[in-house]
């Protein structure tokens, strides 16, 4: 269990041996030894909520150990889209999904898939930080306890909390309440009780939106420590946040092709090229600030 | 203030004298409603100790004569105005943990199922009809409880369990009407569900969606959230609200009195007459002797009046100390 | 415990581990609940069956107008008379309660109130009829006037909530238009807040009536003194009423008694179901509309 330590933020690229393979995204064969394998493949993916399509025809691969954000202005679909990947839009009503999102090659959505096996592997952390009204401690214990992981309970939080920069605010109080936290704190709990449990996957849903700049830039840091023991997606409505922290980063916006406006994915590339040379006239438009 | 007088009423004075008028009927009628909205609300207030100094009043002769013995003695014989609430306390404490024991965790989970379980279709025609369950006029479910349940227990239930479990002595033999503690508690069980069950499905529903979500999130399953966060955390909810079930198990009168058998000897089995504060005042007030025989009854009020409230406040005061608002994270 | 571990990300999305179990857990839960829904809607039926198939072959016209030996009229007119006086004295001082939670009182004040409308709501109703009978019947004789005054007190913390929350939907500009016009309080209060509110203040106190007319604890030692030979109208002596007959009936074991009883208990349902249903729909109307 190897948590990393909280070092200074770097943006090393994983290079790991995963074996390539050719992408339905790219449609060229990736060299082996340069791309890591990929853990999402959305192929095609179109969200309803009834009658109303919030997301089309969505394809975009997440490859392992990186950091990708999902950029866009608000109500393109690109928190829909997030929540799909761990099956979190299951009891909203009306949802409806086609295409595929594979994980490692299953489908996401198949017959025999358990929503809460899913849900053990790719783990999330919410806007608005929700602690449970429970002790620092437990908060962070209860997940590895209902999953019978008892032994080592104590160390587990430990790491957990020092892979969250946490460890050292809260080592003296455990036992106190998670409520009496700031917001930042709170939120660096939540991502906390996310790890304790080694997930695959982190999905971060506007993370540092409820928090002020100083919180901010510690959940900022925080992401680059955990880069790459874990895979992490990241939606975020600030562009500089995903020029600081994102490897590769996707464009969402709303597309009035049809009747009604839909969300699209709009192009996705390494975050140098979205922010520097983006190829689509729209992506251009929203990363200089000509729309909101 | 001044009365600033229109032109019109400058000209003729008795403009001025309609509007001066009008302003002291407007602070006389301010006064006079604030007035009797106060005294509405200390009427009620009022009422209470109204209430509590008849009863007391009526029972004054009893106390004096039988003091606190009365609670522990279970000799009640009118002829020989010698009374003693033994038997009574006894019944009461019977059916009313039975009530409790049996109908909260059945509450409790119709709540879980209404909350979490049940599309909105079901939930909006379940809802309504637990609730109705309420509506039922205690003396048509005591009557029910007479011709139907009664001769059902006497015949299945009765003996079933004897024959299962009559090793356990309150499971004793059956005896011939199936009018017994046992019926009556489960009228009672089923007069408390309703309450119980609608005040926790809106505490349930008030445990906000994100702690939900947080907890799914984590790979919990269904069961796991309602157990590691939903239950903790309306915890003290679900006890008050089990309290006011409680409550009104005790002072159930009629219905009890119908179904129970009015015994009145304590006895070890559950399937054998019995008897309770309220039902006794319902059988034997009316037409009663006179005399100590009424003070008696109303002595059996006072300590009915005195649980009853003392349950009402205890749920107050649980529910409102440990509220979840107040541990809402900010 | 059986041996938890981080899954195999790449594993299959089945349950895997100990899911299994943990499922059977949570699903053996569901059927609990779902079983205790059940369970009670089983009650509810049971009772309204045996009450409208045992009832039913009673009801007819003659039932219902005329007296003993072949109707139960008194009764049925009796006990509308007990609502109607216990009402008229419940009714304006529930709604000037309301009144003043809504228009005068303080914080403090405003929670003493609660409380002692929740006491007074606790109170058992055989300790009502205790009350009633000490203060109008003992040394007296019966009257259906001291039944109302028990019933009285139980409707009145039910009209005072109910029209509470009905007032306090009321918005809030509408007394502040008045206000700034130069009106009275009170004349804003009975002209513009009471009117406005009396749908809901009606429908609450339609429900407190439901409750209050299948009362019997409190009738029986203040108006149970009667045969039901003859129409009686003056409530100052014993005045005819459903659930006093019917408690007597059950209790005299004479299977004709018992079948009149069952038509009374029919009658008696019906009218507390459809005035319950109804009001609360109309009050949930009521409600909708002014929060809008």
Same mark, same amino acid.
């Given at each position: 269990? +190897?948590?990393?330590?909280q070092?200074?933020?770097?943006?090393?690229?994983?290079?790991?041996?995963?074996?390539?393979?050719?992408?339905a995204?790219?449609?060229?064969?990736?060299?082996?030894?340069?791309?890591?394998?990929? /853990?999402?493949?959305?192929?095609?993916v179109?969200?309803?909520y009834?009658?109303?399509?919030?997301?089309?025809?969505?394809?975009?691969?997440?490859?392992?150990?990186?950091?990708?954000?999902?950029?866009?202005?608000?109500?393109?679909?690109?928190?829909?889209f997030?929540?799909?990947?761990?099956?979190? +839009?299951?009891? /909203?009503?009306?949802f409806?999904?086609?295409?595929?999102?594979?994980?490692h090659g299953?489908?996401i959505?198949?017959?025999?898939?358990?929503?809460?096996e899913?849900?053990?592997?790719?783990?999330?952390?919410?806007?608005?930080?929700n602690?449970?009204?429970?002790?620092?401690?437990?908060?962070?214990?209860?997940?590895?306890?209902?999953?019978?992981?008892?032994?080592g309970?104590?160390?587990?939080?430990?790491?957990?909390?020092?892979?969250?920069?946490?460890?050292?605010? /809260?080592?003296?109080?455990?036992?106190?309440?998670?409520?009496?936290?700031?917001?930042?704190?709170?939120?660096?709990?939540?991502?906390?009780r996310?790890?304790?449990?080694?997930?695959?996957?982190?999905?971060?849903?506007?993370?540092?939106s409820?928090?002020?700049?100083?919180?901010?830039?510690?959940?900022?840091?925080?992401?680059?420590?955990?880069?790459?023991?874990?895979?992490?997606?990241?939606?975020?409505?600030?562009?500089?946040?995903?020029?600081?922290?994102a490897?590769?980063?996707?464009?969402?916006?709303?597309?009035?092709?049809?009747?009604?406006?839909?969300?699209?994915?709009?192009?996705?590339?390494?975050?140098?090229?979205?922010?520097?040379e983006?190829?689509?006239?729209?992506?251009?438009?929203?990363?200089?600030?000509?729309?909101? | 203030?001044?009365?600033?007088?229109?032109?019109?009423?400058?000209? %003729?004075?008795?403009?001025?004298?309609?509007s001066?008028l009008?302003?002291?009927?407007?602070?006389? %009628?301010?006064?006079?409603?604030?007035?009797?909205?106060?005294?509405?609300?200390?009427?009620?207030?009022?009422?209470?100790?109204?209430?509590?100094?008849?009863?007391?009043?009526?029972?004054s002769?009893?106390?004096?004569?039988?003091g606190?013995?009365?609670?522990?003695?279970?000799?009640?014989?009118?002829?020989?105005?010698?009374f003693?609430?033994?038997?009574?306390?006894?019944?009461?404490?019977?059916?009313?943990?039975?009530?409790?024991?049996? %109908?909260?965790?059945?509450?409790i989970?119709?709540?879980?199922?209404?909350?979490?379980?049940?599309?909105?279709g079901?939930?909006?025609?379940?809802?309504?009809l637990?609730?109705l369950?309420?509506?039922?006029?205690?003396?048509?479910?005591?009557?029910?409880?007479?011709?139907v349940?009664?001769?059902?227990?006497q015949s299945?239930?009765e003996?079933?369990?004897?024959?299962?479990?009559?090793?356990?002595?309150?499971f004793g033999s059956?005896?011939?009407? %199936?009018?017994?503690?046992?019926?009556?508690?489960?009228i009672?069980?089923?007069?408390?569900?309703?309450?119980?069950?609608?005040?926790?499905?809106?505490l349930?529903?008030?445990?906000?969606?994100?702690?939900?979500?947080g907890?799914?999130?984590?790979?919990?399953?269904?069961?796991?959230?309602?157990?590691?966060i939903?239950?903790?955390?309306?915890?003290?909810?679900?006890?008050?609200?089990?309290?006011?079930?409680?409550?009104?198990?005790?002072?159930?009168?009629?219905?009890?009195?119908?179904?129970?058998?009015?015994?009145?000897?304590?006895?070890?089995?559950?399937?054998e007459?019995?008897?309770?504060?309220?039902?006794q005042?319902?059988?034997?007030?009316?037409?009663?002797?006179?005399?100590?025989?009424?003070?008696?009854?109303?002595?059996?009020?006072?300590?009915?009046?005195?649980?009853?409230l003392?349950?009402?406040?205890?749920?107050?005061?649980?529910?409102?100390?440990?509220?979840?608002?107040?541990?809402?994270?900010? | 415990?059986?041996?938890?571990?981080?899954?195999d990300?790449?594993?299959?999305?089945?349950?895997?581990?100990?899911?299994?179990?943990?499922?059977?857990?949570?699903?053996?839960?569901?059927?609990?609940?779902?079983?205790?829904?059940?369970?009670?809607?089983?009650?509810?039926?049971?009772?309204?069956?045996?009450?409208?198939?045992?009832?039913? *072959? *009673?009801?007819?016209?003659?039932?219902?107008?005329t007296?003993?030996?072949?109707?139960?009229g008194?009764?049925?007119?009796?006990?509308?008379?007990?609502?109607?006086?216990a009402?008229?004295?419940?009714?304006?001082?529930?709604?000037?309660i309301?009144?003043?939670?809504?228009?005068?009182?303080?914080?403090?004040?405003?929670?003493?109130? *609660?409380?002692?409308?929740?006491?007074?709501?606790?109170?058992p109703?055989?300790?009502?009829?205790?009350?009633?009978?000490?203060?109008?019947?003992?040394?007296? @004789? @019966?009257?259906?006037?001291?039944?109302a005054?028990?019933?009285?007190?139980?409707?009145?913390?039910?009209?005072?909530?109910g029209?509470?929350?009905?007032? @306090?939907?009321?918005?809030?500009?509408?007394?502040?238009?008045?206000?700034?016009?130069?009106?009275?309080?009170?004349?804003?209060?009975?002209t513009?807040?009471?009117?406005?509110?009396?749908?809901?203040?009606?429908?609450?106190?339609?429900?407190?009536?439901?409750?209050?007319?299948g009362?019997?604890?409190?009738?029986?030692?203040?108006?149970?003194?009667?045969?039901? *030979?003859?129409?009686?109208?003056?409530?100052?002596?014993?005045?005819?009423?459903?659930?006093?007959?019917?408690?007597?009936?059950?209790?005299?074991?004479?299977?004709?008694?018992?079948?009149?009883?069952?038509?009374?208990?029919l009658?008696?349902?019906?009218?507390?179901?459809?005035?319950?249903?109804g009001?609360?729909?109309?009050?949930?109307?009521?409600?909708?509309?002014?929060?809008?």
């Amino acid at each position: 269990m +190897n948590y990393p330590d909280q070092s200074v933020p770097s943006r090393v690229r994983i290079q790991t041996g995963a074996t390539a393979f050719p992408t339905a995204v790219t449609g060229t064969t990736v060299q082996p030894l340069t791309r890591p394998e990929l /853990v999402f493949d959305a192929r095609e993916v179109s969200i309803f909520y009834g009658a109303k399509q919030a997301l089309a025809g969505v394809t975009l691969g997440i490859r392992r150990g990186q950091i990708t954000a999902l950029i866009g202005p608000s109500g393109c679909g690109k928190t829909t889209f997030l929540r799909s990947l761990n099956r979190m +839009n299951d009891s /909203v009503s009306g949802f409806r999904i086609e295409g595929q999102i594979l994980y490692h090659g299953h489908d996401i959505y198949g017959g025999n898939v358990d929503q809460v096996e899913v849900r053990r592997r790719i783990g999330m952390v919410f806007q608005k930080p929700n602690p449970f009204p429970k002790s620092i401690y437990d908060n962070v214990a209860w997940a590895p306890r209902n999953l019978g992981l008892r032994r080592g309970l104590d160390e587990r939080v430990e790491n957990a909390l020092r892979g969250a920069a946490l460890w050292d605010e /809260v080592k003296d109080r455990l036992k106190d309440s998670a409520l009496g936290l700031s917001g930042g704190q709170q939120q660096r709990l939540c991502i906390a009780r996310a790890i304790a449990i080694e997930p695959d996957v982190l999905l971060l849903d506007e993370p540092a939106s409820a928090l002020d700049p100083i919180a901010t830039g510690a959940i900022e840091e925080l992401m680059h420590s955990l880069k790459g023991r874990f895979t992490i997606v990241i939606v975020t409505h600030n562009m500089q946040q995903a020029a600081r922290v994102a490897d590769r980063t996707a464009f969402f916006s709303l597309e009035t092709g049809g009747e009604k406006p839909v969300g699209t994915l709009i192009e996705v590339d390494e975050t140098e090229k979205i922010f520097a040379e983006p190829r689509d006239p729209r992506t251009r438009d929203y990363v200089t600030g000509r729309f909101g | 203030m001044s009365t600033v007088a229109s032109p019109a009423a400058q000209a %003729g004075g008795r403009g001025t004298r309609v509007s001066q008028l009008r302003k002291r009927a407007d602070l006389i %009628g301010d006064r006079l409603l604030l007035g009797i909205c106060l005294l509405a609300a200390l009427v009620a207030g009022a009422a209470i100790f109204l209430v509590g100094y008849q009863i007391i009043h009526g029972a004054s002769p009893a106390i004096s004569k039988f003091g606190l013995g009365f609670l522990t003695s279970t000799e009640w014989q009118p002829n020989f105005n010698v009374f003693g609430a033994g038997v009574l306390l006894f019944g009461t404490a019977v059916t009313s943990a039975f009530a409790l024991l049996l %109908g909260a965790p059945i509450a409790i989970a119709i709540g879980l199922f209404l909350t979490l379980l049940a599309p909105s279709g079901v939930r909006g025609v379940v809802g309504p009809l637990v609730e109705l369950l309420a509506a039922i006029p205690s003396v048509i479910l005591g009557f029910w409880g007479l011709l139907v349940l009664a001769p059902f227990v006497q015949s299945k239930v009765e003996p079933f369990l004897h024959s299962t479990f009559g090793f356990i002595p309150i499971f004793g033999s059956p005896q011939t009407t %199936g009018l017994s503690v046992f019926t009556a508690s489960l009228i009672l069980t089923i007069m408390v569900i309703p309450i119980i069950a609608s005040i926790t499905r809106d505490l349930f529903q008030s445990v906000p969606d994100e702690l939900q979500d947080g907890a799914s999130a984590l790979g919990a399953t269904r069961w796991e959230v309602v157990r590691g966060i939903i239950l903790p955390t309306t915890s003290s909810g679900v006890v008050a609200a089990c309290i006011l079930g409680l409550g009104r198990a005790l002072g159930e009168a009629i219905a009890v009195s119908q179904v129970i058998g009015a015994g009145f000897e304590i006895k070890g089995s559950l399937f054998e007459t019995g008897n309770t504060l309220a039902a006794q005042i319902a059988l034997q007030f009316p037409g009663n002797l006179g005399g100590m025989h009424q003070a008696a009854l109303y002595y059996c009020g006072v300590i009915l009046l005195a649980i009853g409230l003392a349950a009402n406040l205890l749920a107050q005061w649980i529910g409102r100390r440990f509220s979840y608002a107040g541990t809402v994270a900010r | 415990m059986s041996s938890a571990s981080i899954p195999d990300p790449t594993a299959s999305l089945t349950p895997g581990g100990n899911l299994r179990r943990r499922q059977l857990v949570s699903r053996v839960a569901e059927i609990a609940a779902t079983a205790a829904a059940v369970l009670a809607i089983a009650a509810l039926v049971l009772v309204i069956y045996s009450v409208v198939v045992r009832g039913a *072959k *009673k009801i007819s016209l003659d039932f219902i107008f005329t007296a003993y030996p072949t109707g139960v009229g008194p009764m049925l007119l009796g006990t509308l008379e007990i609502a109607l006086i216990a009402t008229l004295m419940a009714m304006p001082i529930g709604v000037l309660i309301a009144l003043f939670l809504t228009e005068y009182s303080g914080a403090k004040g405003a929670r003493t109130m *609660k409380l002692v409308l929740d006491l007074v709501n606790g109170l058992p109703s055989i300790i009502l009829g205790l009350f009633a009978f000490a203060l109008l019947v003992d040394h007296k @004789q @019966q009257s259906g006037f001291a039944g109302a005054v028990a019933l009285a007190i139980i409707e009145l913390p039910l009209i005072a909530r109910g029209s509470q929350e009905v007032l @306090q939907l009321v918005p809030q500009g509408l007394r502040e238009a008045s206000d700034a016009l130069g009106v009275a309080r009170w004349r804003s209060v009975l002209t513009v807040v009471l009117p406005t509110a009396l749908g809901g203040i009606i429908t609450s106190t339609v429900l407190a009536v439901a409750r209050a007319a299948g009362e019997t604890a409190p009738l029986i030692l203040t108006t149970s003194n009667f045969d039901g *030979k003859s129409f009686v109208l003056n409530p100052f002596e014993a005045l005819p009423n459903v659930p006093t007959w019917i408690y007597k009936l059950s209790e005299e074991g004479n299977p004709e008694g018992f079948n009149e009883a069952w038509g009374m208990a029919l009658l008696l349902v019906s009218f507390i179901l459809f005035a319950s249903l109804g009001a609360r729909a109309l009050l949930a109307r009521s409600k909708r509309k002014l929060s809008s």
